[in-house]
């Protein structure tokens, strides 16, 4: 099981839309004070102070050698180029202290050859260390275009809707997983998908690009939701038969999901079709209510029956946000292995301050009560969403 991150860090995760998605990762920065680089200074006090050392003691007690510890010092923080500079340095200033001493107490040619050695590998490290930096920054850079390409930013009030999004990986390496949403405003109203791929990894990340792509066409283009999600279902199955042709053992994939739409000519209700998620929860600063349970089976699995979907259609008063997550949420555990009480905290939440049905509130409040209840490490993929009709004007309600 990969590496899971730890509560801070997952704190740091941006709020979506207002913060954005993380930009691609930088270089990491040389140590730094008042915003100027330092990265020298370690290693230059280190030569002072052995070579300080060894001036004031006896001849008995000779540590000029240690000066060899320089460059590997500087591998691990500085360039290429400061590195080098301080094995020169290195052989410079033992040269002249061992010199200073009687014949007797010098320590000569051998330990000059250690120092000389030591610095060679240690320019060398520090080439290869910067080298794996390099390589490791442009994986990492992938992996944020992957992520960015698959859960794409939205600007405010993107399609009409407040909303605010969190989504956690459960491989913090991978930054992307099975989870995936998104919101296409089109011809017919805003339509939203939220949905979680079946297994993990590389072709659970594969599948989740082939339905939002296909998500995002339909949604615009079509009239009714009933045909955007006949076009969701097409495409998963598509997507498994041309895994089964290139030899792939996963072909059986499937997805569950909610697919959500804001008609333009009745502003205050949606339409639902549930491929066997769980259902979106409805928080008003009066309490929280659950949408009907009444759902079809997962994407890829309607050759098992004979009726599509129902489209379901239920009230959402303006001021009424839409909560959508992944089984990340409800699945997950505390120490004695209970369930994330999702309905009764955002009950609790709610009677305290009205003010926590707020799209950007919700899902901070959900994400951090999640992370609280299980430590901080995640089972699977997190992803929490929110949304709520704009009032007229662009106003929030």
């Known amino acids: 099981m990969a590496d899971r991150r730890s509560v801070r860090d997952r704190l740091r995760e941006a709020l979506h839309p207002s913060a954005g998605l993380p930009g691609a990762f930088q270089r990491s920065q040389p140590l730094k004070l008042r915003g100027r680089s330092v990265a020298w200074l370690p290693p230059l006090l280190l030569l002072i102070g052995i070579t300080l050392l060894d001036v004031n003691t006896s001849g008995r007690f ?35 202290v061992d010199r200073q001493w009687p014949h007797q107490y010098q320590n000569g040619l051998p330990d000059f050859v250690l120092v000389v050695v030591g610095s060679g590998l240690a320019a060398l490290a520090c080439s290869v260390r910067l080298r794996a930096e390099r390589r490791m920054l442009h994986m990492r850079d992938v992996a944020e275009t992957t992520r960015r390409t698959v859960l794409r930013p939205m600007p405010p009030g993107w399609g009409g809707l407040d909303h605010a999004a969190v989504y956690l990986a459960a491989d913090s390496e991978a930054r992307v997983g099975g989870d995936f949403y998104d919101i296409q405003p089109g011809r017919h109203g805003t339509r939203l998908l939220l949905g979680d791929i079946q297994g993990k990894g590389l072709a659970a990340v594969e599948a989740a690009a082939a339905v939002l ?18 076009r969701l279902e097409v495409r998963m199955r598509r997507h498994n038969r041309y895994r089964v042709a290139l030899g792939r053992d996963d072909g059986d994939r499937f997805a569950t999901g909610v697919l959500v739409a804001f008609p333009e000519d009745t502003p205050a209700t949606v339409e639902v079709v549930n491929f066997g998620h769980e259902p979106p929860l409805v928080i ?5 209510r659950s949408l009907p349970p009444e759902h079809g089976l997962p994407l890829g699995m309607d050759e098992l029956v004979s009726t599509p979907p129902p489209v379901i259609r239920v009230p959402l008063a303006p001021g009424e946000t839409l909560l959508l997550v992944t089984d990340g949420v409800t699945e997950a555990r505390d120490t004695a292995g209970e369930f994330f009480p999702l309905r009764d905290t955002l009950v609790r939440a ?48």
């Not at 010092?73 to 052989?91: D, N, Q």
């Not at 009205?354 to 997190?382: F, M, N, Y």
């Open 350 to 397: 709610v009677a305290r301050d009205p003010r926590a049905a707020d799209p950007q509130r919700l899902v901070r409040l959900v994400r951090d009560r999640t992370l609280a209840h299980c430590g901080g490490r995640l089972a699977d993929d997190t992803t929490i969403f929110a949304v709520r009709r704009r009032a007229p004007g662009g106003r929030r309600p």
């Open 213 to 230: 792509g296909t998500f995002r066409e339909a949604a615009f283009h079509e009239g009714e939701l009933a045909t955007v999600a006949a």
């Open 62 to 96: 000779r540590i000029i050698s240690w000066l060899v510890l320089v460059p590997v010092i500087a591998a691990a923080i500085c360039g290429v180029l400061g590195t080098v500079a301080f094995a020169a340095l290195s052989l410079l200033t033992y040269g002249a």
């Open 284 to 288: 008003t600063p009066d309490g929280v």
